[in-house]
């Protein structure tokens, strides 16, 4: 026997945090909602009986009890009541953590209240409409993921969709430029898991000769072609009932394409020169740096199996994208290189970590994983200072075409300025900001397809923010 609810839904709020719950509560007043505010999971639960919620938004770390417990204790009461958790200390362990404890949805701090409002609407309708929490237990639920670090919402974006997805068994395509770790994600993907017992098999599809690849794939009866002095099974064997990851997919030649878009199909192949179908069970997470739909408009790729494997679509972010991480991963592997070296860990002084921090990184953490080992080794004390660098980091030619560009831009904005106050106009400040506002806005559009969530977060902004500035700036067309 279900719980009875009030005429309106009721939305509960529980954070510690007094700012939180009044921008929710406040977001929320035009809402037909009943809205109550916690500042503890337990006082909320002593509402439980009396006040029962329709859904629940809660913080992760509270003082007395943390979010995760208390969803747990909300689902002892009533499985069916939709949580919705947020945290301002997002990482891959709290995400998933969160999905397998079966919450409606995750959502990091600092948030868009658009965003959080839509979620808890959605809250409500799942609630009223009688559906159950989303998610499913893993089979490994101890396990705990590997260390992918990062606070930047683009990598908040990542932790989430692998909370959601980890646990399904549905096909990933994770996109991202070299470098960037979609090996690491595609492994966590992985080890979070109902497979993560059965093998993780990866192949990098560019690095194999056309002639070799299709072995490799569905492996090869004893003498099928020259040199074939025995019977092979391939990756896809290998990898039943595990996962396969198939690394640099748009490399792949098209008619591998077509037997591979079979596999996936059927989950049955022949290997080379066999006459004997091999049934198989695996996940493929495969991964690309490159534009897949130009691949596909090129006629290098095909359509069909573009759709098949961009089921869920996982875009790691550039290293440049999220630079408020790059202290946070200089730190790590700085730790890491030293202890798997055997070698005094070395600091970074502030100076180094602050102009690390502003390098584009054309190699992304590949290349960051790289400098500090370089450090570890060659640094003479045991703090890291700017004479340590590398010349090829302190002078680098990319660099300075940057900033010569910098510079003729600058030229460009102080010759305007001075003939806009030359002829007497004022509200020189007001005329800039609105013109250099609308060329930024203009390029994130661009950048993410006129994709505002997007653009918003290419900007550094939220998208109220966003919005506001292009109603302002009468750019809605």
Same mark, same amino acid.
């Given at each position: ?312 679509? /996982?875009?790691? *972010? ?5 630079? $408020? #991480?790059? @202290? =946070?991963? &200089?730190?790590?592997?700085? %730790? ?40 570890? /080794?060659?640094? *003479? ?5 700017? $004479? #340590?660098? @590398? =010349?090829? &980091?302190?002078?680098?030619? %990319? ?79």
């Amino acid at each position: 026997m279900g719980i009875k609810q009030e005429i309106n839904p009721v939305v509960w709020i529980v954070d510690d945090d007094a700012s939180i719950r009044w921008v929710l509560e406040t977001a929320l007043e035009d809402k037909p909602y009943v809205v109550k505010v916690f500042e503890s999971p337990l006082h909320a639960l002593k509402a439980l009986d009396s006040q029962p919620p329709t859904v629940v938004v809660s913080d992760v770390r509270m003082p007395d009890m943390d979010g995760l417990t208390f969803m747990e204790a909300i689902h002892e009461k009533d499985k069916k009541i939709p949580v919705i958790i947020m945290t301002a200390h997002a990482d891959l362990n709290t995400a998933v953590k969160s999905f397998q404890s079966k919450a409606f949805e995750y959502l990091p701090k600092p948030f868009d209240i658009d965003e959080a409002i839509g979620l808890v609407d959605r809250a409500v309708k799942r609630r009223l409409s009688g559906g159950v929490s989303r998610g499913k237990r893993l089979l490994k639920a101890e396990k705990q993921p590997l260390n992918i670090i990062g606070v930047a919402p683009a990598m908040q974006e990542v932790f989430r969709i692998l909370g959601r997805v980890a646990q399904l068994d549905v096909t990933v395509l994770i996109n991202g430029e070299t470098g960037t770790g979609k090996e690491l994600v595609a492994q966590a993907l992985h080890e979070l898991s109902p497979r993560a017992d059965a093998p993780f098999v990866a192949l990098n599809t560019a690095a194999i000769p056309r002639d070799l690849l299709e072995s490799e794939l569905f492996g090869h009866e004893k003498g099928s072609f020259t040199g074939a002095h025995s019977q092979r099974i391939g990756r896809f064997e290998e990898a039943n009932g595990g996962t396969l990851f198939l690394d640099e997919i748009g490399d792949m030649p098209v008619d591998l394409q077509t037997r591979l878009l079979r596999v996936l199909n059927d989950g049955v192949f022949y290997r080379v020169g066999g006459r004997t179908p091999v049934t198989t069970d695996v996940r493929i997470v495969a991964a690309t740096h490159q534009n897949m739909a130009q691949l596909v408009r090129d006629g290098k790729f095909r359509e069909d199996l573009l759709y098949r494997l961009n089921i869920i679509r /996982i875009k790691v *972010p550039a290293l440049r994208e999220r630079q $408020e #991480d790059i @202290p =946070l991963l &200089l730190r790590f592997y700085m %730790e890491k290189e030293a202890r798997a070296l055997g070698l005094e860990e070395k600091a970074l002084s502030p100076k180094v970590e602050q102009f690390l921090s502003s390098l584009p990184w054309p190699g992304n953490v590949r290349q960051l994983k790289s400098l500090c080992t370089w450090l570890t /080794i060659m640094a *003479p004390d045991k703090t890291v200072q700017m $004479e #340590d660098l @590398p =010349l090829e &980091l302190k002078h680098p030619t %990319e660099t300075q075409s940057v900033d010569v560009g910098s510079d003729q831009w600058e030229q460009g904005l102080q010759q305007w300025s001075e003939q806009f106050l030359q002829s007497g106009r004022e509200g020189l400040h007001t005329c800039a900001e609105a013109m250099f506002e609308k060329v930024l806005i203009n390029a994130a559009l661009k950048a993410s397809h006129n994709h505002r969530q997007k653009a918003a977060i290419l900007l550094g902004w939220g998208r109220n923010t966003l919005t506001r500035k292009i109603q302002s700036l009468g750019l809605e067309d």
